[in-house]
């Protein structure tokens, strides 16, 4: 089995302050996000959702010039 690592690419994400029924891309398919997820705006321009968990263990908060950012949690 060949591994693989995840590319560094700046991506835009925002936290789910609460739970809510939305349509991404198409507009045909509704989604429902949870409190603490995040909507993430991926490298295609299309909006994926994302578990906390999984969002923290891939990504790290960086500034607008891309510097790392260290945050309390």
């Given at each position: 089995m060949?591994?693989?690592?995840?590319k560094s690419?700046?991506?835009?994400?925002?936290i789910l302050k609460e739970d809510i029924y939305f349509?991404?891309?198409s507009g045909r398919t509704q989604v429902y996000g949870k409190r603490g997820e995040?909507?993430?705006t991926g490298v295609d321009?299309?909006?994926y959702l994302c578990p906390n968990d999984v969002f923290k263990a891939i990504y790290d908060p960086v500034d607008e010039e891309?510097?790392?950012?260290?945050?309390?949690d």
């Open positions: 060949v591994k693989f690592k995840h690419v700046d991506i835009d994400a925002t349509s991404l891309d995040f909507l993430v321009g299309k909006l891309g510097n790392l950012l260290f945050l309390d």
